[in-house]
């Protein structure tokens, strides 16, 4: 017979223990003969791949057994409850992250949570239709469907909270791109202003003769200048000018 995951010990119906291979696979209840098999899984970690199974047994005579962890019906109130532990750790951490990386951690972490205590809630709800008079089984799938509930609102909070953070994050960049330009602007204008009079000096200080040799020295300093702070700001008025749009027909 191939590899179960049901102990030998367990005297169940040989139509459950051929319904359960060598891994768990989803976590469902499955019933006959008035026996109860809940296949369940343990919390996951970020990245864990493979699911660690969990099965609770309820024979015709209503005697509850579990594996791998003994106790039975308490092993199934334990598995609850380590689901609850879980989800108040991520919610803790959800409450100290700020940055990207932290929020993106704290989804990695609620997601697989999140998924599994929503099939757990399922799972309970079909052993809840099996056994509608063990009131402990609604219970239990109350409280699954509370876990559920609050992991689900976790990650909608994780990721509002990365979407706020990401948004920000590119507000703040777009912020800083715009406030590069207008400096850039300011220096192109001003480089416009200068530029005439940085060109005409060079020129006029070059060796050659221009004709202007023997001009008063005040008169023809004040005429470069002039005409260079005209030229500049002629050039820097044509940086700035905004062509008009043209209307289209």
């Known amino acids: 017979m191939p590899a179960s995951l049901i102990p030998a010990s367990w005297q169940i119906p040989d139509t459950l223990r051929k319904r359960l291979g060598e891994i768990a696979g989803r976590q469902r209840a499955m019933s006959a003969e008035g026996h109860l098999l809940l296949v369940l899984h343990a919390p996951p970690l970020p990245g864990q791949r493979q699911r660690e199974s969990r099965l609770v047994w309820r024979d015709d005579q209503g005697t509850w057994r579990s594996a791998p962890q003994g106790g039975g019906l308490s092993a199934l109130r334990e598995l609850v409850q380590e689901f609850a532990d879980r989800i108040e750790k991520i919610e803790t951490d959800a409450g100290h992250a700020d940055s990207a990386d932290e929020l993106f951690a704290v989804l990695r972490a609620i997601s697989p949570v999140h998924r599994t205590v929503r099939n757990q809630h399922v799972a309970l709800q079909q052993?809840?239709?099996?056994?509608?008079?063990?009131?402990?089984?609604?219970?239990?799938?109350?409280?699954?469907?509370?876990?559920?509930?609050?992991?689900?609102?976790?990650?909608?909070?994780?990721v509002h909270g990365l979407d706020f953070t990401v948004?920000?994050?590119?507000?703040?960049?777009?912020?800083?791109?715009?406030?590069?330009?207008?400096?850039?602007?300011?220096?192109?204008?001003?480089?416009?202003?200068?530029?005439?009079?940085?060109?005409?000096?060079?020129?006029?200080?070059?060796?050659?003769?221009?004709?202007?040799?023997?001009?008063?020295?005040p008169l023809t300093f004040l005429g470069v200048v002039g005409i260079g702070f005209a030229a500049g700001l002629t050039l820097s008025a044509l940086i700035v000018h905004k062509p008009a749009k043209k209307n289209r027909p």
């Not at 239990?140 to 509370?146: I, M, N, V």
């Not at 876990?147 to 909608?156: D, K, S, T, V």
């Not at 602007?185 to 009079?197: D, E, G, K, Q, T």
């Open 167 to 217: 948004a920000k994050q590119a507000e703040e960049q777009t912020e800083a791109g715009n406030q590069m330009a207008v400096a850039a602007h300011r220096l192109n204008v001003m480089a416009a202003i200068f530029l005439p009079i940085a060109t005409l000096s060079a020129v006029l200080g070059m060796n050659v003769k221009h004709g202007l040799e023997g001009s008063a020295p």
């Open 127 to 158: 052993a809840r239709e099996m056994l509608p008079d063990e009131r402990e089984i609604i219970v239990l799938r109350d409280r699954a469907g509370e876990l559920e509930r609050a992991a689900e609102l976790l990650h909608q909070d994780a």
